[in-house]
């Protein structure tokens, strides 16, 4: 019975890891026509992506620790459920009050239980983890690389509503996990908490350039809309930065796994800090969509490389709290950066010049212990 329940739990959480990863790129593209319809600029309605990441960073902080005592599964329906209702709700919300109380709702649950789903996968065949999160992020690419252009589309002609539903009904899709019985699994009394300055530096790296692609998403937003008018380029260019991101993680889980997961980092913040700088160059289609690329291309080699290496340096028995601590700093970054999103050429360029150095920092810390085993 346990055995096939992991077997239905593990489709149930890459469907609702879609509809978590779907919303990164669809908030972006609805911003626009939401503050219109709230009385706000869209620079001004940007607090409405920050709290939910300020949300999500609270509970991702509370449900990795408590997960690894209790139950990772019990902790990824919760937050799902939560995360699900709150999205259905934000499409007949029309306050900036509602709005507002359906996005830290969104992050509570986000927070709850995002950090379940690289644990539950990786739990669910250690001995090839990489493999398996990057077909889950390959998943989840070919999924969320679709919908930006059919949520725009949906946005443009529709309202904003009508796109923003397309996260609830794809979640709804994964509702049959709530029927899968929690397996009983021992741990232990005591869980070391992650000190490693080499573990820390893979959460400084992924704070910076998780930062980054953030930035790079609603920054390239705003400015096509701004240029063009329309929604319809930057779904397009947010179909091909997923496409790249599904197609290098398909490479990445052909990789030997004796491949140092190091070398990935150093070209991740080479392909990230090279797109955000062609962002300012939108009247060039070649620069436009080199950047999408790239950008696509960066999240690839920052997404399993990284919690990858972030597991490897710790205990096998604090998954929940490594991947809280994993979103956490993605998160992190992408609130803090993404009040750039209006900042000019000089400013942002001096802020990638100060990332990639610091990201090929903490490289060079990884690399001197960087194990290349699995976690003990």
């Not at 739990?9 to 319809?37: D, K, N």
């Not at 990441?53 to 019990?74: C, K, M, P, T």
């Not at 589309?153 to 979640?171: D, K, R």
Request: with cysteine; proline share 5%; glycine share 8%.
């Amino acid at each position: 019975m346990a055995a096939r329940g992991i077997s239905w739990l593990v489709p149930g959480t890459m469907i609702a890891s879609m509809a978590y990863v779907i919303e990164i790129g669809a908030f972006p593209i609805i911003l626009p026509q939401l503050a219109q319809a709230i009385g706000r600029a869209p620079d001004d309605a940007l607090f409405l992506a920050s709290i939910y990441n300020i949300a999500l960073i609270i509970f991702v902080a509370s449900s990795g620790v408590l997960s690894d005592r209790v139950s990772r599964e019990l902790f990824f329906k919760l937050g799902f459920g939560i995360f699900l209702s709150a999205s259905a709700l934000m499409v007949f919300a029309t306050s900036d009050g509602l709005l507002a109380l359906c996005r830290i709702f969104q992050g509570i649950g986000a927070g709850l239980f995002s950090p379940m789903v690289p644990a539950i996968l990786s739990a669910a065949n250690p001995q090839r983890s990489v493999r398996t999160l990057s077909i889950w992020g390959f998943l989840t690419g070919m999924a969320a690389a679709f919908a930006p252009f059919v949520i725009a589309a949906l946005s443009e002609n529709f309202g904003y509503q009508l796109g923003w539903a397309v996260i609830p009904a794809i979640g709804m899709l994964a509702m049959p996990v709530f029927l899968v019985r929690t397996p009983k699994i021992a741990r232990p009394r005591r869980i070391p908490f992650p000190r490693q300055k080499e573990f820390w530096a893979v959460m400084i790296y992924v704070f910076l350039n998780y930062g980054l692609t953030t930035w790079f998403m609603y920054s390239i937003v705003l400015r096509l809309r701004e240029i063009t008018g329309t929604m319809h380029l930057a779904g397009l260019v947010l179909v091909l930065m997923w496409v790249a991101f599904a197609a290098v993680n398909l490479i990445i889980a052909r990789v030997p796994d004796t491949m140092r997961l190091s070398n990935y980092l150093v070209f991740g913040a080479a392909t990230t800090s090279l797109a955000c700088l062609l962002t300012f160059q939108l009247d060039s289609l070649t620069a436009m969509f080199g950047a999408a690329a790239l950008i696509g291309v960066g999240m690839a080699f920052n997404n399993a490389p990284t919690t990858e290496l972030a597991f490897r340096f710790t205990s096998a028995h604090c998954k929940g709290r490594v991947a809280s601590l994993d979103i956490m700093a993605a998160r992190a970054g992408g609130a803090v950066l993404v009040l750039l999103a209006a900042a000019d050429y000089a400013l942002v360029s001096l802020v990638v010049l100060l990332s990639f150095v610091f990201s090929i920092a903490t490289v060079i810390i990884v690399r001197e212990e960087e194990p290349k085993g699995l976690p003990v």
